[in-house]
């Protein structure tokens, strides 16, 4: 277990409503990134928070937008909810590697599973 | 072009078999690399780590050639167990952002 939870698990939405996905990240990690992965495709990266600020930004609109608390926890948000929104969302933490640290490893909560009819 | 560019797969092997994954990446700037696996329905997980001297973890060997632009995957001796989509991931920074994803490469081991 990566020790980096999502919830909720499972949503059902309609078009045009909004929703919030949350995240805990591992004890220690104080970096949150966010991926969309559609059916049949790899995940797709949407932002990273560091220390409650974003710190990176995938191509998606500013409908999505994210939080990130200083318990590190994390929130997407995705406004006027649109088809093609269904897909799993992934949360993945990491600890921000300090100086000689050459790999930053991400580790993948088990994601929200967002259908938008 | 893609960033990331991986086999289109599926590969359908047989129990004990070798398979090769192959990954190319665009941007010559990228600095990590890995591989993780997706398992039906789950979250990906780090399978391991690339380096630049290619690295062994027991069946899995990686190799990265950056002149090439090119990772490989190599799984020995296949187990049920491996049937999974094989994710390449560049990392184009040492600081976290913008992991980029292939598309993936499932693998089916068969019995």
């Known amino acids: 277990e990566t020790g980096v939870t999502q919830s909720p698990t499972h949503l059902i939405k309609t078009r045009g409503q909004q929703v919030t996905l949350r995240c805990s990240s591992q004890?220690?990690?104080?970096?949150v990134s966010w991926y969309q992965q559609a059916l049949g495709q790899g995940p797709q990266f949407i932002f990273q928070?560091?220390?409650?600020?974003?710190?990176g930004r995938g191509n998606f609109p500013p409908r999505f937008s994210g939080l990130q608390f200083p318990n590190y926890s994390s929130e997407l948000n995705v406004n006027a909810l649109e088809l093609d929104d269904s897909a799993l969302y992934l949360c993945a933490s990491s600890p921000r590697p300090t100086s000689g640290v050459t790999k930053n490893i991400q580790y993948f909560g088990a994601g929200t599973r967002l259908s938008v009819l | 072009r893609k960033e990331v560019e991986q086999d289109p797969g599926p590969f359908n092997v047989p129990e004990g078999a070798t398979v090769a994954f192959n990954c190319t990446y665009s941007n010559s700037a990228s600095q990590s690399f890995f591989w993780y696996r997706q398992d039906c329905r789950k979250e990906p997980k780090l399978l391991m780590s690339v380096y630049s001297s290619g690295n062994e973890d027991g069946r899995f060997t990686a190799q990265l050639n950056r002149a090439s632009q090119y990772i490989s995957l190599l799984i020995r001796d296949s187990k049920l167990s491996d049937s999974a989509t094989y994710l390449c991931?560049?990392?184009?920074?040492?600081?976290?952002?913008?992991?980029?994803f292939g598309p993936g490469t499932r693998l089916s081991v068969l019995p």
């Open positions: 928070y560091y220390r409650e600020e974003e710190n």
């Open positions: 004890s220690g990690h104080n970096t």
């Open positions: 991931v560049v990392n184009e920074d040492n600081y976290g952002q913008n992991f980029v």
